[in-house]
């Protein structure tokens, strides 16, 4: 093909030729699962086939067996040799059976994905014949090469030793996919001297610490049969489908996950008719699909829907055990974009891939759950309410338990969700600001402002409550205020919303802060009651609690916000609260080594402080490395693709214009030249400030400082350079623009 002038333009070329091949595609049938008659099977019939779960151990384990290791997961005691000897060949016979021939300890480093080595079941026998084989320590321990994983320092690159041990909390399951089928075995991941170089190692530990917090805390109030308290999750995921014959002609996409430079198109998402939509044949078939392979691996993906803007979508499970959910999440991330590309999608998990329309979050949906000995209470939400005025005022002290716990850590939650991906997204107008608040709703704000200004003197909880008008509690919390989808942390009902969490994010680290935030409210909480001598049965125990409710609905009250978090209002007013604004990633890492988020995660043994820091360094480092992969990519566009046909196009308008006045005619190309010349020019200009401010923090040493410069003046000398760019393609020929378009990649499918 020809361009402009006579031209070859290979760029055009290729971004005609993607929207007639997405023209020719029709939407791909999945096959579903069906019986031997050939009849289709519901979706209960053939959910978890691939996951060997509790109700699979139960079947197949002796019974004294299974009760054991219940009874091992359930208190994360060490499991013993002869029950892991009996899950191990209970498992291998299950896989074989399906057709596995290898397997894996399926872990989640730091670098915010998951990693994998297998292993063949096959072992060599005498005569050159093997057998397949699979012992209780080849399920508990593998060893993969820990030396090219970050460690943010904790290790030098000689130091190759790693450990990865199997998770018997989260079920084994089978990932099918190019023929082939391998057995993955959740596992923790550290080092060969104990340090952990995953997310799931935080996370499990965070989990035992807040269940001993929040079990301490409710056996001081008398819930004397409580075993275990488990933060439950559902995470929401948002993503973007484009074609891929879109995706791979453009190299930021490919390279970033984000387009580098794109200008709006005429229609963008000002309609509000994509959300909540009919839902695309296209996308439909890949949905359905989707969910296929997830219902087979035991996700419980409940939820799908067109998202705000063009080509987003959501999909949202049902809640899970926080550990549970937190793999399930990296299952559904790496699930759907093998899916999506099988039908000819490539799917974005970047938060912003596009600008000037909305972003994608993993929104994640948090509470608790008791564990207990009395039937009556096991298995309680312990944010909901309650049916007696006992379990309300359990409800009010986890409440300020979790007010106090993100007052006091709010630097720590907002370092868990910041990354360059988050940095477009944040305090845009889909997202919370990066200021953290809570958000209560009319009820539970009218609740605490009662309680911190009425002087309650009765020393009965039955009046006390009633005195509140806490009685109607159980009836009204359910959607009892409206939701607030600008408020960072919002109490939605039952559970509260960690609205910021990035979509591309491991929520591992997010899930370990909060429940460490919480842990330590919790700690607090408990402390106070008890030195105001708070001690179960006793008749002065409720006026008491009601004081130290005050303390804390009085000290907290600057974390709760019930207005627009996207007002320059709130900017000031929470200035003058003393909350911070944490803008930028690298400001907002660093809260992560502050001394109050260390005293924290050390002394709930989360994260030794040297784990503390390997990870603000690790994810420092990524920070950086991600911006310096846009800027050359950036660069490169410019210089390979963008300039070459601006010139190609100047040259044409030169051509055009000369023949025109050396004819005797008037040339109307020199007005076109003249607004092409001077774009070209200011766009080299904007170039050369990129290279100068990309270079200056390369040559930077330290790396906190670099990695300011490339949050503050290297970012802005970006989106000054593409800004020029997009006003360039705003007036180029169509034939000449290279890069596939806003208008091509949202809107053709």
Not at 322 to 334: G, P
Not at 488 to 517: D, H, I, Q, W, Y
């Amino acid at each position: 093909m020809s361009g402009f002038g006579g031209f070859p333009s290979l760029g055009a070329s290729m971004r005609y030729q993607a929207i007639l091949e997405i023209n020719n595609r029709t939407p791909k049938r999945y096959d579903p699962s069906r019986d031997e008659s050939g009849k289709r099977l519901k979706i209960s019939e053939f959910y978890g086939q691939n996951v060997f779960d509790l109700r699979k151990m139960q079947e197949k384990l002796p019974k004294d067996t299974y009760k054991r290791l219940l009874s091992a997961i359930e208190s994360g005691e060490k499991l013993d040799s002869d029950i892991a000897s009996s899950v191990a060949k209970c498992v291998k016979e299950w896989a074989l059976a399906k057709g596995v021939t290898h397997y894996t300890h399926w872990f989640q480093p730091l670098t915010g994905l998951t990693a994998e080595k297998h292993d063949a079941f096959i072992t060599p026998e005498e005569n050159q014949k093997v057998i397949e084989k699979f012992s209780e320590s080849q399920l508990v321990q593998s060893e993969p090469d820990a030396s090219s994983f970050p460690s943010g320092g904790m290790r030098t690159t000689f130091e190759a030793r790693g450990y990865a041990a199997w998770d018997p909390s989260s079920p084994m399951f089978i990932m099918d996919g190019a023929g082939s089928k391998t057995l993955c075995i959740p596992s923790v991941f550290i080092s060969y001297h104990g340090q952990a170089l995953d997310e799931k190692t935080a996370l499990l530990r965070s989990t035992a610490a807040l269940s001993k917090q929040a079990c301490e805390l409710l056996n001081l109030i008398g819930e004397k049969s409580v075993l275990r308290v488990i933060p439950t999750l559902g995470i929401e995921q948002e993503y973007f489908l484009i074609d891929r014959a879109f995706s791979n002609s453009r190299p930021d996409l490919v390279m970033t996950g984000r387009t580098l430079l794109g200008g709006q198109p005429p229609k963008g998402q000002q309609l509000e008719d994509h959300y909540f939509g009919s839902i695309p044949s296209r996308v439909l078939a890949f949905m359905s699909e989707m969910e296929y392979e997830l219902y087979k691996l035991g996700v419980p993906i409940k939820t799908r829907h067109n998202e705000v803007a063009p080509s987003q979508f959501e999909c949202a499970p049902v809640f899970e055990e926080a550990n549970i959910a937190t793999d399930h999440n990296q299952i559904v991330m790496e699930v759907l974009k093998k899916v999506a590309q099988r039908h000819n999608f490539q799917a974005l998990l970047h938060e912003k891939p596009f600008a000037g329309i909305n972003g994608s979050g993993k929104h994640n949906n948090w509470s608790m759950s008791l564990s207990a000995s009395d039937p009556s209470i096991d298995g309680e939400n312990l944010l909901e309410p309650g049916k007696t005025p006992h379990e309300n005022v359990r409800f009010l002290l986890v409440l300020c338990s979790i007010l106090k716990g993100v007052h006091k850590h709010a630097g720590m939650l907002r370092a868990s969700i910041a990354s360059s991906g988050n940095d477009h997204r944040l305090g845009a107008n889909e997202a919370p600001p990066a200021i953290i608040s809570v958000f209560l709703g009319n009820m539970l704000s009218r609740i605490c402002d009662e309680i911190e200004t009425k002087q309650v003197s009765s020393k009965n909880a039955d009046k006390v409550v009633m005195e509140l008008g806490l009685s109607h509690l159980p009836s009204l919390m359910q959607d009892n205020t409206d939701r607030n989808r600008t408020s960072p942390f919002a109490f939605t009902g039952n559970k509260f919303e960690f609205r910021a969490v990035g979509s591309s994010a491991n929520t591992a680290f997010p899930v370990t802060c909060l429940n460490t935030a919480v842990a330590d409210g919790m700690k607090e909480v408990t402390a106070r009651l008890k030195a105001a001598g708070v001690t179960p049965g006793t008749q002065t125990s409720s006026e008491k609690i009601f004081d130290v409710i005050r303390e804390i609905i009085k000290e907290t009250k600057a974390i709760r916000f019930e207005g627009n978090g996207y007002s320059d209002e709130w900017v000031k007013e929470a200035e003058k609260r003393g909350l911070q604004n944490l803008r930028k990633s690298p400001e907002a890492m660093r809260e992560i080594v502050s001394a109050v988020s260390i005293k924290a995660l050390t002394d709930h043994k989360v994260l030794s402080e040297e784990e503390v820091h390997s990870r603000f360094n690790v994810r420092l480092e990524r920070y950086i490395k991600n911006l310096q992969i846009e800027v050359d990519c950036m660069k490169s566009m410019v210089n390979t693709q963008i300039l070459p046909a601006c010139l190609l196009y100047h040259g044409a308008l030169s051509q055009a214009a000369a023949n025109a006045k050396a004819a005797g005619l008037e040339a109307p190309q020199t007005a076109a030249l003249k607004q092409l010349t001077d774009l070209i020019t200011r766009g080299q200009t904007k170039f050369a400030d990129l290279q100068r401010a990309s270079k200056t923090a390369e040559d930077t040493h330290d790396e906190y400082k670099k990695a300011e410069l490339y949050a503050t003046s290297v970012s802005t000398a970006m989106v000054e350079l593409r800004t020029v760019i997009d006003e360039i393609e705003a007036v180029m020929i169509d034939d000449a623009w290279p890069l596939a378009k806003y208008r091509e990649m949202l809107f053709i499918s």
